[in-house]
């Protein structure tokens, strides 16, 4: 898990194509790697990835297709700039919101304007992820955890701010690019316990007299 704050800019400094699949060696930048070993996962603009090697200043990556073909990360070029986040652990502070680094989608940025010393992006969104997504709700763009200020059609607005400006690839968003989405987990599960609910036909596994035959109080 994530919490959607980039803790450091990095950058692809090396990309070796595998049998379809792809390994990426990412520079690390001001990220400390001290505490990273082989196994651990790294959200890469929001993709969660594991660690395979670890370098002095880099680390590497395995990309499998299914990622390659749901995310950006295989439109990335060498020196293409990244987001950097390592996994979240139980005693961090949740400054974002919960992010899984499981990327629902590619959204395009399709409009950029000036709002005082902020930065306004208007981000389309196919239409299955745009019905989880609600004003003053949470989304994860590229890996940053951002606010949807309003909606407008099949767009989402932000406002970015500029210390989000300078700390993250945002700054280098034009109309156009394309960048990786993760909708809210809440509203996958709520949609999910809707369908399953009550009225739905299916019975959960989890009822009054299952948890009172296994002892809890109801």
């Known amino acids: 898990m994530f919490t959607g704050i980039i803790q450091a800019l990095g950058q692809i400094r090396g990309m070796q194509a595998r049998d379809g699949d792809l390994r990426m060696i990412v520079a690390a930048g001001r990220l400390d790697l001290a505490d990273v070993g082989l196994g651990d996962s790294i959200a890469v603009s929001g993709a969660c990835l594991t660690v395979v090697e670890v370098q002095r200043d880099a680390f590497a990556v395995d990309v499998s297709r299914e990622t390659l073909n749901k995310t950006i990360l295989g439109r990335l070029q060498v020196g ?7 996994a979240l652990r139980l005693a961090d502070r949740l400054g974002g919101h919960l992010v899984a680094g499981h990327v629902d989608g590619v ?3 399709r409009e950029v304007s000036a ?23 949470s989304v994860c763009v590229d890996g940053i955890s951002l606010t949807v200020n309003a909606l407008r059609g099949d767009l989402f607005m932000l406002n970015l701010i500029p210390h989000t400006l300078a700390q993250t690839t ?3 968003w034009r109309p156009g690019q394309s960048v990786n989405l ?6 996958r599960y709520l949609e999910r ?7 739905s ?15 809890f109080p109801v």
């Open 170 to 172: 945002a700054a280098q």
């Open 115 to 137: 709002s005082g010393r902020s930065q306004v992006f208007a981000i389309a969104a196919p239409p299955d992820l745009l019905r989880y997504v609600a004003a003053k709700g």
């Open 107 to 109: 959204g395009q940025i």
């Open 201 to 215: 036909g299916l019975k959960s596994a989890v009822d009054r007299d299952s948890l009172a035959a296994k002892g």
């Open 80 to 86: 293409s700039p990244v987001n950097l986040e390592k």
């Open 193 to 199: 316990w809707v369908a399953t609910g009550p009225g």
């Open 182 to 187: 993760e909708v809210d987990l809440i509203a």
